[in-house]
């Protein structure tokens, strides 16, 4: 399959801070997940796909547009929806207005057509019954979706998501969830996130990133693979373990090595995260 988009090499430095060092991937249809810890890199990348900061070195491809020239920059920006890390919303423009004033930008020059396509979105996300209420009024769920909404307008085929589930309640982050996955039904959506449980549920490819650099790049399914046969059950903190906690049953699920006889128990995704992260230098170098 054509990748929609393809990295090679990307690298960008902040002062001496290297917050992308060396990046090369390719994303295809369907939801993938960026997981990584704090400072790690990835708003540093979803800024750069965007196309929002240029690389110090490396070159990347969106829909076959080279974002490098003014004219494929212009071109990738039409083909591109970006919900940010903090979306610039006028508190007291209405939902409505809101996604209009991106769709002007987005250069939707005729009025009518450009008033359907912002109905449409509100209603993709469910806001059509509040379009007309003003933003301030509205809660953080509701403000994430119409931030989605602002970035569906167009139908864009690449959809970059900066941390759009964090500070939503859980009822919330599983009606966004539903929304970022229909996203993804023939569109290539890149999500930025902290919660694993995001990936397994949506994501059928996960990019983890440390210290501005990739540290795997697989399924969903093979991260978790790599904490078959390094998660175990003992009644009392293991100390061989690099992560270890009691759980609700009162026993504890160790990470790590197990020692001989361990009682081994089924990982999760969260796990391979850990043992991918560990080791890596997570520290961004200066
Ligand atoms: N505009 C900037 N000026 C200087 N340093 C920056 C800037 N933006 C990011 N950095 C630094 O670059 C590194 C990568 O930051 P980035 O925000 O991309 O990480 P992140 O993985 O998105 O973190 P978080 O999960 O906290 O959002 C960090 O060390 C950060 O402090």
């Known amino acids: 399959m054509t990748p929609t988009v393809s990295a090679s ?6 002062g001496r801070t290297r917050a992308l060092d060396d990046v090369s991937l390719r994303l295809t249809p369907g939801v993938t997940g960026l997981l990584g810890p704090n400072g790690a890199g990835k708003t540093t990348l979803l800024r750069v796909l965007a196309t929002a900061v240029p690389a110090d070195r490396g070159a990347f491809t969106v829909l076959g547009h080279d974002p490098g020239t003014s004219r494929g920059r212009q071109e990738v920006r039409r083909r591109l929806g970006y ?15 809101f996604v209009d004033y991106v769709a002007i930008l987005k250069e939707l020059a005729d009025r009518s057509a450009r008033h ?24 953080g769920g509701m403000r994430q979706r119409v931030a989605l909404a602002a970035a569906l307008v167009g139908d864009p085929g690449f959809l970059v998501l900066d941390e759009p589930t964090v500070g939503l309640d859980p009822e919330q982050r599983m009606r966004f969830r539903e929304l970022v996955a229909g996203a993804g039904e023939g569109r290539t959506v890149l999500l930025s996130t902290h919660q ?52 609700g049953a009162g026993t504890f699920r160790n990470v790590g090595d197990p020692p001989p006889g361990a009682e081994l128990v089924e990982p999760a995704l969260e796990d391979g995260y850990l043992l991918v992260l560990d080791g890596a230098d997570t520290e961004v170098a200066a």
């Open 9 to 14: 090499g990307l690298s960008l430095h902040y």
């Open 116 to 139: 359907r396509e912002v109905r449409r979105v509100l209603e993709e996300v469910d806001l059509g019954d509040v379009r007309g209420r003003r933003i301030k009024k509205l809660s």
């Open 83 to 97: 919900l940010p890390q903090t979306p610039g919303f006028h508190p007291d423009f209405t939902a409505f207005e």
């Open 196 to 247: 694993t449980e995001d990936v397994a549920m949506l994501c059928h490819r996960v990019v983890v990133m440390a210290a501005g650099a990739v540290r795997f790049d697989g399924t969903p399914a093979e991260l978790t693979a790599r904490a078959a046969g390094r998660v175990w059950s003992s009644g009392e903190r293991d100390p061989g373990a690099k992560a270890g906690w009691r759980t």
